[in-house]
Each structure stands twice: as C-alpha cells, then as structure tokens.
C-alpha cells in the first residue's frame, strides 16, 4: 500500500517513487528557499530531458521571490494563484522556442516543440520530489503581460510556471488555499483513454487488484 494518503488509488502501490508520491500542493512554506545548487540541479533535470531531434526547444526564466522577475510574475497571476504561488521558494516559467524568427509568419521551429516542453517539465517536476521538495504547474497568469514584462521574444512562447518548494502552515493562508489541499485526486479511469492497436477499443488490464480502473 501507498505510504502517502494524497497517493492515486487505485495503482499507485504500483508506481515507482518520485511518481507515486508527487501530487501538487497549494500551501508553501514562505520561509523556504533553495540553494542555488538545488536550483541548478532542477535546471539539469529539465536539461537532461528528451527532445524531437534534440532540439531541446525550451527555455526556462528562474523567478526567485524577492527580485524584480518574481514581482513581475506576482502582478500577472489569476486570483485563484495569486494566494498560493508567491509562497512558493522558486518558480520557473517555461517558454517554448516556436518559430525561427520574428513575426507570425517565421517557420515552425519544431512541429513537437510544446511537447518537448512539457517533457522537460514533467523532468524537473519529478526531480523536485525526488529531493524532498514539491511542484506545483499553473498556467493561470497574464501570459501577453508577463511575457512583455520579461522580454519573451516573439519567436518565443511563455507557456506555465513551476512553483516549487516545500509545504508550509496552513493556519497562513487563507481558508480557500488551505482547502485546495484537501481535495479529492481523481484521474479519467484507463477504460476511457488506453486503447488496444486502434483508438476507441478498450485495452483490458489483467484485472490485478489495484490497477483498474
Ligand atoms: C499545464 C498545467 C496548468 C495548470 N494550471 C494550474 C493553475 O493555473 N492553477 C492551479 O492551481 N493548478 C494548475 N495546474 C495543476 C493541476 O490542476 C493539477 O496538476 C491537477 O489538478 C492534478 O493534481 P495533482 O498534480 O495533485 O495530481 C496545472 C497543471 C498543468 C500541468
């Protein structure tokens, strides 16, 4: 059985670590910082990604709390972010390389680009929980505000943050953050997405206890 009670069921007794006890928290510990050789160890892992070709079409702006980039990543957050994300020790934006060139017209840089990103941060995400720390993806912020504000430049596209850290008091915050805590983790069940050599027809599991559905 899973040692982590925010663990997935069923099948996270199955899941290797840092997967099985990675979920995404609200309540940061503001106090907490990361040393710069955490920081640069996260970066390796997104580095160390996979990618199309090798293209490694990503770029990541390290926001730290206290300097300008973090500021201006706070002024853009939605409201449902605006409560959680600043307590967070390091937030990293992640930027796709898209285009070769300024202009909407400049050719695709990599037709996979936006999913070599998200590889690279699905990388950095599991790095942090295999140091002990948590992520925490968002999307909800001002992308065209913030990514005037940093100087993303057009051939360029801001996509998420990564807030990273370690969980903190929830008598801190306020009572709609420290609930989101709380919520339920449910996932659409296999049946409905894992298909067999052809979309729509179900892939039957073995049936062991714990991986379906
Ligand atoms: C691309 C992306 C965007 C997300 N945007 C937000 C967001 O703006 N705010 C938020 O609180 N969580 C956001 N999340 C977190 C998801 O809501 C969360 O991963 C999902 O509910 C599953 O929860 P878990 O990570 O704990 O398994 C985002 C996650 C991803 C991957």
Known sequence: MSDDPRAPQPGAEHLAEPLRSRWSPSVYDAAHRLGADEVETLLRA??????????????????????????????????????????????????????????????????????????AAAHLTLQARAMGLHAHQFAGFDHDALADALGVPSSHQLLTGIAVGVPGDAREVDERTAARDHRDRTRRPLSEWA???????????????????
């Open 195 to 213: 298909f067999a050599g052809r979309f729509g027809e179900p892939y039957e599991t073995d049936g062991t206890p714990g991986t379906t559905p």
């Open 46 to 119: 997104a580095q160390w990604a996979p990618s199309k070709g090798n293209t490694q079409p990503w770029a990541l702006i390290v926001c730290v709390p206290g300097t300008p980039g973090h500021d201006r990543l706070v002024a853009s957050l939605s409201r449902g972010n605006a409560g959680w994300v600043p307590r967070a020790s390091v937030v990293f934006l992640t930027v796709a390389h898209v285009r070769d060139g300024d202009g909407p017209d400049a050719p695709e840089h990599s037709d996979l680009a936006l999913y070599d990103v998200g590889q």
